[in-house]
């Protein structure tokens, strides 16, 4: 469960695609962030998280050397975009599922039962007035993730991290190969 990106609470939203599906989006200023699950869009019995920055807007695009498709297949920018990516998906406060609730304290416990909430993280981000507590209660429950879990968020940082390699380790010179032979 995906509850936040930088204070800012998700909405659900119902996906054309998907039958009983949803996705969560929530807006930034140059860009939207959307996390959801593609294996249910394929009818796919595993899931396969997506996280997708779609930018509204290309002043960062621009920055590192991108206005066109063909500087995508330049390795200088494989940079960027690993680092945006990992850095979106560091930014997430994600529901931990696999807390030791044995390891915890009477507060730490009644705490997780808040922390499992949408509603409880989605009040604190959206009233002004608790943006302190916010930042205390993200502070604290990332605390009991990093001493009591598996640190799944961190788990799957490093899964995106080896993949992108996987997947980005080519010449540019066999990408312009591939992308003229589609003409």
Known sequence: ????????GYKEFKNQWLKNGTYKQVKRQQYYIKIYDKGQQYNQLENIMRIENKYTRTEKLKKIGVYSLLD?????????FIDWLLTTWNECLVYDNTIDLKQLSDLQ????????????????????TYRNQLYNQVKYYKNIVQNHSDNRQKTIHDLIEKKWYELTNFSEDKIITKLVQID
Do not use: A, Q
Request: glycine fraction near 0%; proline fraction near 3%; charge should be positive.
């Open 1 to 8: 469960r995906v509850y936040l990106h930088l204070k800012k």
């Open 72 to 80: 995508l297949v330049k390795p200088n920018v494989h940079k960027h």
């Open 109 to 128: 416990k009644r705490r997780i039962k808040d922390f499992k909430e949408k509603n409880y993280w989605r009040d604190l981000s959206e009233n002004r």
